[in-house]
């Protein structure tokens, strides 16, 4: 007889595959995007992985965010050397150029200007800022313009150079306002001469004008403009200028009596101002 003992037997109890399954924690749903080599990788569930290539669209910088104030030497050299040229600007939410008077309108497309535009970009923003602060006294704006020291001395620069009487006017119809206002107006002579249904030749001259109306509310430096084409013939026209100018004639009424308004309101203030001086001496 052999010596040598019996071997053990292990007998490992195995599981139906399908029962295995039901211990084994569930694929979580993966998205890979690897942008070195441009693929998006998706495993689903049930651990299949499809890829699929990918192109990445980078945002474009923001024109606004990447922009430089101007320091308030700069500010100033750049409006001094526009108001040399004999331009000016409007009150718009954003400024446009235009010329003092006729005899300086060829300078709106001069090289000097060109330059200026070209040095100095983003000085209409700049000259928006400077004005909104020097007449409404909002700071808001101060990061935009390089702190509240630059805002100032900028708001400063404004109300030596460009800002009078009218331009106040304008500025604060337009910043008030609620409704669209009158930008521009485009316009056109047409001759009809002939129409369908119509046998004999008409020859009617008639105008057409485009009206560009601005609306008052925006966010932004390009504020929404709509515009409305109409016909007008002759006495339309004439009818329009007597409209109009019973319009300026009360306009100028108003001025007057806005004149005189805050004259008195300076008088009050002065008064104030002086009865506190008495009180306090």
Do not use: C
């Amino acid at each position: 007889m052999s010596n040598k003992k019996p071997q053990s037997k292990v007998v490992a109890e195995t599981t139906p595959h399908e029962k295995a399954s039901e211990t084994t924690p569930p694929v979580i749903p993966e998205v890979v995007f690897d942008k070195s080599k441009g693929e998006i990788s998706f495993t689903g569930p049930e651990g299949k992985t499809i890829a699929l290539r990918a192109t990445v669209i980078e945002e474009e910088p923001d024109e606004e965010r990447s922009r430089e104030p101007l320091t308030p030497e700069q500010f100033s050299e750049a409006l001094a050397a526009v108001d040399r040229l004999g331009l000016t600007w409007t009150a718009d939410l954003v400024p446009n150029l235009k010329a003092k008077s006729s005899e300086t309108e060829a300078a709106l497309a001069s090289e000097e200007l060109q330059e200026l535009q070209d040095k100095y970009p983003h000085l209409p923003y700049e000259i928006h800022l400077a004005v909104t602060h020097a007449l409404t006294g909002s700071k808001t704006v101060a990061q935009d313009a390089g702190g509240a020291d630059w805002l100032d001395q900028k708001a400063k620069t404004v109300s030596e150079i460009l800002i009078d009487n009218n331009y106040q006017s304008e500025f604060f119809f337009k910043y008030a306002i609620k409704i669209p206002y009158l930008k521009d107006i485009d316009w056109e002579i047409a001759f009809k001469a002939y129409e369908r249904g119509v046998t004999k030749p008409l020859g009617v001259p008639y105008g057409v004008l485009v009206l560009t109306l601005q609306d008052p509310f925006f966010s932004g430096r390009n504020p929404k403009l709509s515009r409305t084409t109409v016909a007008v013939d002759e006495t339309l026209v004439n009818e329009l200028l007597s409209i109009l100018n019973e319009v300026k004639s009360n306009l100028d009424k108003a001025k007057r009596l806005r004149d005189k308004l805050i004259e008195q309101r300076l008088l009050e203030e002065q008064d104030n101002a002086d009865a506190k001086l008495q009180l306090e001496q």
